[in-house]
């Protein structure tokens, strides 16, 4: 069912993707802290709407598919505001959107067709570690603006835009590009299923 309340949350995952977005690129204090504030909800929603699937409303196709599009929309959101702010290359997060998109995509196709598409581990890992990089981020952000710690703002700007985040964002890159590699084997079957449609209709 599309309107149930773990889809809802899904949904409003969604919507909040944006308002975070507009909030970072403004890059001053009150926009940062507020849309810090947005992605810990967003994470909240994130084990809300799965707790609630698995154990109240029960796991559905459509909540299969809602649930990581909105996760995707969200760390994409983060990384094109990485961008925006000169912290991440862009040709990096092209790869990223392209590869969790494209995966996207193959997920719907799995679910009009019935099948069950598998995820590897390393992906689950590419997700796990993107979300650890751009908390990563934030929080240096957060402490850049609040001027919490005695730690200099031009000291956490060169921790921000460091060979350190450059690298670690090359290597998250890396992960990604395996990562679809290893779905287009695992889910082979699924090209064989959409080549004998194609063949059907000619």
């Not at 949904?11 to 810090?36: E, Q």
Request: glycine letters at 4%; hydrophobic letters at 50%; a positive charge.
């Amino acid at each position: 069912m599309i309107y149930s309340i773990p889809n809802i949350i899904s949904f409003l995952r969604v919507a909040i993707a944006p308002v975070f977005y507009i909030l970072m690129i403004k890059n001053n204090p009150g926009s940062t802290r507020i849309a810090c504030g947005l992605f810990v909800a967003g994470a909240i929603t994130d084990y809300l709407d799965g707790w609630l699937a698995r154990n109240v409303y029960g796991v559905t196709s459509v909540g299969k598919f809602v649930d990581p599009l909105a996760d995707k929309v969200f760390t994409t959101a983060a990384f094109l505001s990485f961008v925006h702010l000169g912290i991440v290359e862009l040709w990096m997060v092209i790869i990223i959107i392209v590869r969790d998109f494209g995966t996207t995509i193959l997920r719907l196709f799995a679910v009009n067709n019935k099948h069950t598409i598998r995820t590897s581990r390393s992906a689950q890992w590419k997700t796990f570690l993107q979300m650890v990089f751009i908390v990563y981020i934030l929080i240096l952000l957060l402490m850049r603006d609040i001027h919490f710690i005695k730690i200099t703002p031009q000291k956490i700007n060169e921790l921000i835009y460091s060979d350190f985040s450059y690298y670690i964002m090359l290597f998250l890159t890396i992960i990604t590009l395996w990562t679809a590699i290893e779905y287009m084997i695992y889910n082979r079957s699924l090209f064989k299923i959409r080549k004998a449609g194609h063949d059907s209709q000619e």
